[in-house]
Nanobody, 114 residues
């Protein structure tokens, strides 16, 4: 199983980024997909999730700014991040979950700074 994130980088406050996570080795369409992030010195936190049926959830701090989506034909989940703030700076991880085990990507760095 592989989850490969891409799309991270350095962006100014107020800017946008789109993260992608390409999955292989799983039946992607039946997995719930999530984006987590971990800032230095902080615990990993769930940012957004999308169920196999397309239901989405967001943590309060990103609701209205971030949008999670999936393309089952491409085995890919996306995180569109708008109006980025310095506090969004973290390593962002893709997660695939359907009971146990669940799978993680290697992470992609997002830095929001002027």
């Amino acid at each position: 199983v592989q989850l490969v994130e891409s799309g991270g980088g350095l962006v100014q406050p107020g800017g946008s980024l789109r993260l992608s996570c390409a999955a292989s080795g799983i039946i992607f369409s039946i997995y719930n997909m999530n984006w987590y992030r971990q800032a230095p010195g902080k615990q990993r936190e769930l940012v957004a999730g999308i169920s196999s049926g397309g239901t989405t959830t967001y943590t309060d701090s990103v609701r209205g700014r971030f949008t999670i989506s999936r393309d089952n034909a491409k085995n890919t989940v996306y995180l569109q991040m708008n109006s980025l703030k310095p506090e969004d700076t973290a390593v962002y991880y893709c997660n695939a979950r359907r009971g146990a085990p669940n799978y993680w990507g290697q992470g992609t760095q997002v830095t929001v700074s002027s």
